[in-house]
T-cell receptor, first 115, second 113 residues
């Protein structure tokens, strides 16, 4: 079955410290991977995607993600966290077969950055 | 500015009542999607449409219906058959193709009176 796992419900980081939000995936073909961010009572905003090529992908607001095929992971990272980064983060993978083109989302990780 | 507009932002439904959530996009995207978001469960796909006058059921279509008469519009009806409709509903659109990111509206929060 195709799936995405975000093993941490919440991640707490001090402002200025590096942050990592974890994501692992399971798909039957080449993975197309995405990260989105959601602020309270808002829709999801696209941060970055991995399709092919360089394993380190850079995205919006200083975020980046590292694709690791052997570990089937796509962790989101930022070198220095801001209080304004506090939000809900979703990892997603493109489905194959009957759901081709559709995204399968993880359950989300709440990031809390304290001053 | 191009984007996706969902209305209303808040909606209340009485028992036995059907309600329709609006989703309009001016991004010229072919594909449109409806998701349901519940706390701690992420996003679950209700219906999707890759082209006008065609749509497919997602993972949790029971109790919902959609139409796609125009490229710009993809309304979702929550019928009385949906026994637990209280949730945050998100509409999205994308260029056709699995590597294209989806663009989301700001959602409609539906509650039962």
């Amino acid at each position: 079955a195709q799936s995405v796992a975000q093993p941490e419900d919440q991640v707490n980081v001090a402002e200025g410290n590096p942050l990592t939000v974890k994501c692992t995936y399971s798909v039957s073909g080449n993975p197309y991977l995405f990260w989105y961010v959601q602020y309270p009572n808002r829709g999801l905003q696209f941060l970055l995607k991995y399709i092919t090529g360089d394993n380190l992908v850079k995205g919006s607001y200083g975020f980046e993600a590292e694709f690791n095929k052997s570990q089937t992971s796509f962790h989101l990272k930022k070198p220095s966290a801001l209080v304004s980064d506090s939000a809900l983060y979703f990892c997603a993978v493109r489905g194959y077969g009957g759901s081709q083109g559709n995204l399968i989302f993880g359950k989300g990780t709440k990031l809390s950055v304290k001053p | 500015d191009g984007g996706i507009t969902q209305s209303p932002k808040y909606l209340f439904r009485k028992e036995g009542q059907n309600v329709t959530l609006s989703c309009e996009q001016n991004l010229n995207h072919d594909a449109m999607y409806w998701y349901r978001q519940d706390p701690g469960q992420g996003l679950r796909l209700i219906y999707y449409s890759q082209i006008v006058n065609d749509f497919q059921k997602g993972d949790i279509a029971e109790g919902y219906s959609v139409s796609r008469e125009k490229k710009e519009s993809f309304p979702l009806t929550v019928t009385s058959a949906q026994k637990n409709p209280t949730a945050f509903y998100l509409c999205a659109s994308s260029i056709a193709g699995g590597h294209q990111p989806q663009h989301f509206g700001d959602g409609t929060r539906l509650s039962i009176l």
